[in-house]
């Protein structure tokens, strides 16, 4: 072989790049072990969390059929357990089975153990202890009421700590001293995740305290709303998503036995998926209050999406090119091929779902469940089993203990994704065409929303059943973790590696600074020759905080051109005069309301779509929330939306009823009876502390911030309305006026009401502002 | 100020600067991929093939 041919046809440039690196691996011979057992850690963890995980989905699925199965407690009711059950498929199950990956493939990707042992074992026990503080604060009622990102300030602030000071520091560290020259395309996604998660966390987590777990987001409304979504959204892009592709990058071609298919489509794969997700976000709220601009910019960056993902995706399933026969032996290989190919599909489905009209019909839908669901249970939940088979015989240095129990778990996990997806697709188009249904006269055709609730049942039985099948599967993986660990040796073998230290890149060498071929005499010239080498990003390769700081721009980027004018240009949210901030019983209704989880299943927003406004009334416009303090704007509707409760059920007897048995109001509602709250209290003295809060993110509460006066003001308010309950028929004042469902019906009567109120008269209103 | 500065500002400038941002590094990022040698890019791939993942000798 001729010289030229063994250099692939090199330029001059990229042959003395090269020389460079061979150069920077002529170090000295370096012996290092890695940390097996931080991976064992944190894989055990994964299917620990797994477990959990499915098994609160299965309980909170099948009480959307039969609501008893709370059991009348407060911490089991669905508004509480939804969020536990989110929470632990993302940050438990799927983060745990990151960290394993980047544990496992950075040391090997490296050569060489991770930075710091105990910065290892600090980040295990601190996102455990994390998950266990999640366990018990959610069904305790204590949420930020924003999805995926309930946890209160406390959790939130030892988050950042552990993500970034623990996982972050040890992970860069690593990088800094790693053997191997470039950092494989693994690493670039990892490296995405870390910092743009941080970002994300950090910004959308802004709060101000109003006690030890309660805070009121620094956002209001639509504000609010696009930072939610530019998080809620990217916590998939970047937590469910770049990492789990890192995961594919490298365990893939593991288990195949063969390299990546193209590795220059992972670089384009790469940057085009940073770049591009980022922006997404707002396709999550469509024809709401948020500006038009604002949700059309998402979508379109949605569809172009599609591109990126579907090369990553491509991508994988390729490198199984030569290895298809591995396939039907190896269940590893089957997760893995499954969970590319869900991946493929519910990439495919998102960027459909973010045209605006399609989602008209599929928003608050179960169509969007069916999404994730395809996407966490596929992707997510294929792609950290494969992995975790793929590790289990290296990680305990025996066989797996049984293969037709990991072949069984792919068999009975396939069929309950495809049970639980095809019923809850078929719940939410049929959820969807009916709210939008007119009869011949151009009435609602199905006006009562428990119609379309009803009419769900099936569909949800199939549903639980399907999640309980995928249940069945992971427990099938917790046996066979535990048989395989107990088959482990009496002591692991550490095999000790050896490599090259890296020395720095002599600058003669040509990698540090690439010469411009041309004769030229312009600056410009010199400089675009030299960019037009292409050796820049080659650089770029190998030095990871330049690396982090690029991708940190990247996803920047997309954030700032979507954050800045919305918060920035006035006319995005146009005030409306006779809006003004909850009296302190409605706030403390408010708080009720989200400390339940009622968000969860009802909405308040009502979009300018004909069947809604007919449903529901005036659609919502973005000056009714500028006091909101977070949004409540909702994502589904397995109850109907109450934006304008105040104004279409203003009855405060019907309200109580409701909330102690929804069933006797309505016999085919499936709410969960809120009967604790016809005997709890309401902690009139808390009050004021959560409106001087208020007040310090600029809502105009005027003299209500004084000493005393919040409280009495509440007071007054729950006498009347106990008064109304009790005139209505309904038990005595003397019963019912401190409870905290009185603070919740006053919630409710008002929501919806500012557009029907008359304008305070402006001497009044400066009077309040004062 | 600065909301004066931004409210002055049409609309469509920012997704349109996000816009230009994203092609030029499309562009370069995909310059540098096609222009990148098969011996490199091969290299690259083959790197998690290099290390040999022991299961030891209970597992061999």
């Given at each position: 072989m001729s010289k030229g041919a063994a250099w692939g046809g090199l330029t001059g440039a990229e042959r003395s790049a090269h020389a460079g690196e061979t150069a920077g691996q002529t170090g000295p011979l370096e012996e290092f072990v890695y940390d097996d057992k931080i991976v064992r850690m944190f894989a055990f963890a994964t299917v620990l969390w797994a477990v959990v995980a499915f098994l609160v989905g299965v309980l909170i699925a099948l009480q959307l059929t039969f609501p008893a199965l709370n059991l009348g407690l407060p911490y089991t009711s669905f508004g509480r357990l939804r969020p536990l059950h989110t929470n632990a498929a993302i940050f438990a199950f799927a983060g745990n089975a990151i960290f394993a990956a980047v544990y496992y493939s950075t040391q090997r990707l490296c050569k060489?153990?991770?930075?710091s042992d105990t910065l290892s074992k600090l980040h295990f026990w601190g996102w455990q202890f994390i998950i266990v503080c999640a366990a018990l604060t959610l069904p305790s009622g204590?949420?930020?009421?924003?999805?995926?990102?309930?946890?209160?300030w406390p959790i939130d602030i030892l988050i950042a700590v552990v993500w970034v000071g623990f996982f972050g520091v040890n992970f860069f560290g690593t990088l800094v001293r790693r053997r191997e020259r470039h950092m494989y395309v693994a690493l670039w996604f990892y490296i995405a995740t870390i910092v743009t998660v941080a970002m994300l966390h950090v910004f959308n987590s802004l709060a101000i305290p109003a006690g030890l777990l309660k805070s009121y987001s620094v956002y209001a409304g639509v504000q609010d709303a696009l930072i939610q979504w530019w998080y809620g959204h990217n916590a998939v892009?970047?937590?469910?998503?770049t990492p789990f592709l890192g995961l594919m990058y490298y365990f893939l071609p593991k288990a195949a036995e063969?390299?990546?298919?193209s590795y220059r489509l992972s670089i384009i794969h790469f940057w085009s998926l940073v770049f591009i997700y980022i922006?997404?976000?707002?396709?999550?709220?469509?024809?709401?209050?948020?500006p038009s601009w604002a949700s059309t910019l998402g979508m379109l960056f949605s569809v172009m999406l599609w591109m990126p993902s579907w090369g990553g995706m491509i991508n994988g399933l390729l490198t199984l090119r030569g290895a298809w026969h591995k396939v039907t032996q190896e269940p590893v290989l089957k997760f893995f091929v499954v969970g590319v190919t869900f991946y493929g599909m519910s990439t495919f489905e998102g960027p459909m779902l973010s045209v605006k009209l399609v989602n008209s019909l599929s928003?608050?839908?179960d169509w969007t469940i069916a999404h994730v669901h395809a996407g966490a249970l596929g992707w997510n939940g294929f792609m950290a089993f494969g992995m975790i088979y793929w590790l289990l015989p290296r990680l305990f240095?025996?066989?797996?203990?049984?293969k037709k129990l990991a072949n069984a778990h792919f068999w009975i996990g396939t069929i309950g994704i495809l049970m639980y997806i095809l019923s809850i697709y078929a719940a939410g188009i049929t959820q969807g065409l009916m709210w939008r249904a007119f009869d011949a006269q151009g009435?609602?055709?199905?006006?009562?929303f428990v119609e379309t609730v009803t009419q769900l049942m099936p569909f949800y039985l199939i549903r639980a059943t399907g999640g309980l099948l995928f249940l069945t599967g992971g427990l099938l993986c917790m046996l066979n973790f535990v048989m395989t660990w107990k088959n482990r040796p009496a002591r692991y073998e550490e095999p000790v590696h050896a490599a090259p230290a890296l020395r720095p890149i002599p600058a003669v060498a040509g990698l540090a600074d690439t010469e411009s071929?041309?004769?030229?005499?312009?600056n410009l010239g010199h400089t675009g020759d030299k960019f037009l080498q292409g050796t820049w990003h080659r650089r770029l390769e190998g030095k990871p905080i330049k690396f982090m700081i690029w991708v940190l721009i990247a996803v920047a980027i997309g954030g700032l051109v979507e954050a800045i004018p919305m918060f920035l240009?006035?006319?995005n949210v146009p005030t409306i005069e006779s809006v003004t901030p909850y009296t302190p019983l409605e706030l403390a209704g408010r708080d009720i309301y989200i400390s339940e989880g009622c968000y969860n299943c009802h909405s308040q927003m009502i979009r300018p779509i004909f069947a809604e406004v007919k449903r529901y009334g005036d659609y919502s416009k973005?000056?009714?929330?500028?006091?909101?303090?977070?949004?409540?704007?909702?994502?589904?509707r397995i109850g109907p939306d109450l934006a304008r409760e105040g104004v279409i059920n203003p009855n405060s007897l019907w309200h109580y009823n409701h909330f102690r048995d929804p069933r006797a109001v309505?016999?085919?509602?499936i709410m969960p009876s809120f009967a604790w709250l016809l005997h709890d209290k309401i902690d009139f003295a808390q009050i004021q502390t959560r409106v001087r809060a208020m007040a310090m993110l600029g809502v105009p509460y005027g003299e209500a911030v004084e000493e005393g006066v919040a409280q009495a003001m509440a007071e007054i308010q729950a006498g009347d309305i106990a008064l109304e309950i009790e005139q209505a028929g309904g038990p005595s004042v003397a019963e019912t006026r401190d409870k905290k469902v009185i603070a919740l019906i006053a919630y409710m009567k008002r929501l919806g009401t500012d557009l029907t109120k008359t304008p305070a008269a402006p001497a009044e209103a400066t009077a309040n502002a004062e | 100020m600065l909301s004066d500065v931004f409210g002055n500002l049409r609309l469509d400038v920012f997704p349109t600067v996000g816009m230009v941002f994203f092609l030029v590094a499309f562009i370069a990022i995909s310059w540098r991929a096609v222009r990148a040698s098969r011996a490199e890019m091969d290299e690259a791939a083959g790197i998690p093939l290099h290390e040999s993942d022991s299961t030891g000798s209970k597992g061999e």
């Open positions: 060489t153990r991770m930075f204590f949420t930020q009421a924003k999805e995926y990102a309930e946890l209160e892009a970047f937590f469910l998503t063969r390299p990546v298919f922006w997404a976000g707002p396709h999550h709220l469509h024809y709401t209050a948020l928003h608050y839908t240095q025996t066989e797996l203990w049984s009435n609602l055709a199905f006006p009562d071929r041309l004769h030229a005499n312009t240009v006035r006319s973005p000056g009714e929330f500028v006091y909101d303090h977070p949004f409540q704007w909702g994502s589904r309505n016999p085919n509602s | -």
